[in-house]
């Protein structure tokens, strides 16, 4: 059975006093889940990597970790960089790969996500590839193949006994940090389409976890994960409030 994975993804926010207060009110209340939820679901924090070590201090065992980026390099000469082996070394377990603020912004390639996918998996860590269409591409009609696409060439070094640790998030452009979340239903078929390429793939597609991302809310996370191959959430936004990021964890169905 795959995971249930709520992650939430600080971008370039946060202090010291917000790792202590946030990460102490995300335990407290991750504690009180029922057990049922508990032991189906990965509450995972991935902070600016300066905080991932004071957010380890903050979480114990109770939460999971990881980290926004890393280089396509094992280490050497890339001043500025972080490795794969130093989010293992520091008790991650997660690294977020290709979010569409990297490919935008940071001009990161398909090549170049596949190389950090490779690296994240060498170094025994679970990659959360980050997909998805900018409204241009849906309005025009090349969502499925944009995001087909970017699936296949993230994760075409991905070898059969690596696939246990790869999570795919689905993130249309239009629908992050900008209030407007894809409908349930349309994020149900794109992430039947994903699980149809991994199955393309050879990959264990029922076992891997496909989780949505973009204007998740306490209020529409609910809808979203009712639907049979949504997994959980990447959160951006909400994962700065306590309250909100703990009820999105609350918003599986009972009993599924
Ligand atoms: P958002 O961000 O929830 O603020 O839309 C999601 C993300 O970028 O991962």
């Known amino acids: 059975m795959r995971r249930r994975i709520v992650a939430g993804n600080w971008k370039m926010n946060g202090s010291k006093d917000l790792v202590q207060q946030l990460v102490g009110d995300i335990r407290e209340h991750v504690a009180d889940l029922d057990e049922a939820v508990k032991s189906t679901l990965d509450v995972v924090i991935i902070p600016p990597a300066l905080y991932v070590d004071s957010v380890i201090g903050c979480c114990g065992d109770a939460l999971a970790t990881g980290v926004q980026n890393v280089s396509q390099w094992q280490s050497g ?38 190389r950090k996918v490779t690296r994240v998996l060498e170094s025994g860590l679970t990659a959360i590839l980050c997909v998805g269409e900018t409204l241009e591409e849906r309005e025009a009609g090349q969502a499925e193949s944009i995001v087909a696409s970017q699936v296949r060439q993230g994760l075409s070094t991905v070898s059969s006994d690596q696939w246990s640790r790869v999570v795919v998030a689905y993130e249309p452009v239009w629908a992050i940090g900008t209030g407007k ?76």
């Open 77 to 114: 000469a890339y001043t500025g960089e972080i490795s794969s082996g130093m989010a293992l070394d520091l008790g991650c377990q997660y690294v977020l790969v290709g979010h569409s603020e990297r490919r935008q912004l940071f001009a990161e390639s398909d090549e170049v996500i596949a």
């Open 181 to 256: 979340t894809a409908t349930a239903e349309d994020a149900q078929a794109m992430h039947a389409e994903i699980r149809g390429v991994l199955e393309q793939m050879n990959a264990p597609s029922r076992n891997i976890s496909v989780l949505y991302g973009g204007s998740v809310k306490a209020d529409n996370a609910a809808a979203l994960f009712a639907e049979p191959d949504i997994d959980g959430g990447l959160i951006g936004g909400a994962s700065l409030k306590a309250d909100e990021f703990v009820s999105i964890c609350r918003s599986f169905p009972v009993g599924a």
